[in-house]
């Protein structure tokens, strides 16, 4: 019954969705002059950053397991095959907030993603991950979800200006600040060490808010870098994005351990979520170029490594803009949307649901 009444709701919602999103695809401009009919044919990631996605969803979905009444326990535990699948994480600090994004902060110094290191380094590598989770009740929060934003000024310790006029959503604006504000002393303490990597993941809102918190850590110089969302709503104006697509690298190829490129937004066909939320007159909220896109069925866990391609324009027309143009309310109705938005190589978020079958 719940589950029904929620459905009804979505129909709503999206409806409202449906007519913004068509007045918003209509005037798609790049600032820059570019031919906005020029889309590139998206091109498949290589195997190693295809395998590593799998991992990154994997570290995503123990951000679930963290509720109000339970999370993880130590050295790494959860109902996910913590143990098995990362035998040498540490678990460092985990937090649930009913009111803001949860997460944790885990350790480890083995390669967990099985690449050949090749690099001399004097002391082993440390990975330190940062995972945020979205709200359990999405659709709930993003009926409540305002469109508001506010000014975005970055520190310039290391980043270039953003400018003026760069602007982001409120709310996960003041959840960054509430994070950042959470996690800060811990996540310091930890980056005192020269050789390591910063992966910072989140699902859902959980990325929005990972990626001010990328953008913050990487102003202040720490650029060993990676950033992994999965299905991230919008976060700012164009002035915003252009400057995260060009300081975050989101046109150099994917490519592991390299960080050129910083961040991968990793996006399933069909998921709304992706690109909301929807602009009002004074709050125009812009499209990323960078998009690792899905391209399957929102049923598939596993999609198949030729349709998972990058690419590499917001407003590319093979992409996440082109599934919701010129769509009845009948498709709307009759798509999947919870699946598409739950389905990242696994179905994410049912850790402490009782639901998984693990
Ligand atoms: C875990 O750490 C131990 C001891 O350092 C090491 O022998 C083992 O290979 C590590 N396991 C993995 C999967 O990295
Ligand atoms: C790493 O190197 C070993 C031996 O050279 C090779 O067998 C293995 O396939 C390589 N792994 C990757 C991920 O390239
Ligand atoms: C997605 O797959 C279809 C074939 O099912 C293909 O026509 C289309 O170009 C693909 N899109 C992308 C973005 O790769």
Request: proline fraction near 4%; aromatic fraction near 14%; include cysteine.
């Amino acid at each position: 019954m719940q589950i029904r009444l929620h459905c009804i709701k979505f129909a709503l919602i999206f409806t409202i969705f449906l007519l913004s999103i068509a007045d918003a695809a209509a005037i798609i401009n790049r600032p820059d002059g570019i031919d906005i009919h020029f889309s590139p044919q998206p091109k498949p990631i290589d195997n190693e950053i295809y395998s590593n996605l799998f991992t990154y969803a994997h570290l995503i979905d123990i951000s679930y397991c963290i509720t109000s009444i339970g999370g993880l326990s130590k050295p790494f535990r959860c109902e996910l095959d913590c143990e098995s699948r990362f035998p040498n994480m540490t678990l460092v600090y985990q937090w649930y907030f009913d009111d803001s994004v949860t997460g944790y902060i885990a350790t480890t110094y083995s390669n967990i993603f099985n690449y050949n290191d090749t690099t001399e380094a004097k002391v082993p590598k440390k990975t330190i991950i940062v995972s945020l989770r979205g709200t359990r009740s999405i659709f709930d929060t993003y009926t409540d979800l305002k469109v508001d934003m506010v000014d975005y000024s970055n520190l310039r310790y290391k980043l270039p200006f953003c400018g003026k006029n760069c602007r982001v959503h409120q709310g996960f604006f003041e959840y960054f600040l509430h994070t950042l504000g959470n996690v800060h002393r811990i996540l310091e303490k930890e980056l005192e060490y020269e050789n390591y990597e910063l992966l910072i993941t989140g699902h859902s809102m959980g990325g929005s808010v990972g990626l001010l918190l990328a953008l913050h850590y990487l102003d202040l110089g720490y650029d060993k870098m990676t950033l992994v969302t999965m299905g991230q709503p919008l976060v700012g104006n164009k002035e915003f994005v252009h400057w995260v697509d060009n300081v975050m690298g989101s046109s150099f190829e994917p490519k592991h351990n390299t960080f050129n490129r910083k961040y991968f937004r990793v996006i399933h066909k069909n998921d709304i979520v992706t690109t909301i939320p929807h602009s009002n007159l004074l709050n125009v909220y812009h499209q990323f170029d960078n998009q690792i896109y899905l391209n399957c069925s929102s049923s598939t866990t596993v999609p198949f490594p030729g349709r998972v391609v990058d690419c590499g324009y917001g407003d590319n027309e093979y992409c996440i803009m082109k599934d919701f143009d010129g769509l009845g309310l009948i498709d709307f109705i009759s798509r999947n949307y919870f699946q598409s938005h739950n389905t990242y190589f696994r179905r994410l978020g049912l850790c402490g649901t009782g639901l998984n079958k693990h």
